[in-house]
């Protein structure tokens, strides 16, 4: 399966985006999906996840209460809506899919698959 991922740019201190993971060449069925972020000299870090049967997800603690992720069937695609972003968010974002236990969604070298990335930039 290979993944596209977009929606980022710039925004404003407490704005908001959506995130877009499509899947093409195969579909999310059998798969969690999660959202990455790597900030300049900083490792990938975990953002969120869904498993695509069922909808279980798991939320960095940072993002809960701001950030959702969802999907949709038809469309074979999965969001991050990201509200309230801070100056912290900056980073750029990518999805990726595993089909490993929740106990390692967090982890990046859990994921098999990675999209191209898409740039967040939140300025104050």
């Known amino acids: 399966v290979q993944l596209q991922a977009s929606g980022g740019g710039l925004v404003q201190d407490g704005g908001s985006l959506r995130l877009s993971c499509a899947a093409s060449g195969g579909t999310f069925s059998s798969y969690t999906v999660g959202w990455f972020r790597q900030a300049p000299g900083k490792e990938r870090e975990f953002v969120a996840a869904i498993r695509w049967s069922g909808g279980s997800t798991l939320y960095l603690d940072s993002v809960k209460g701001r950030f959702t992720i969802s999907k949709d069937i038809a469309e074979n695609t999965v969001y991050l809506r990201m509200n309230s972003l801070r100056s912290e968010d900056t980073a750029v974002y990518y999805c990726?899919?595993?089909?490993?236990?929740?106990?390692?969604?967090?982890?990046?070298?859990?994921?098999?698959?990675w999209g191209q990335g898409t740039q967040v930039t939140v300025s104050s």
């Open positions: 990726g899919v595993t089909r490993i236990v929740r106990s390692s969604w967090s982890f990046p070298a859990s994921y098999y698959y």
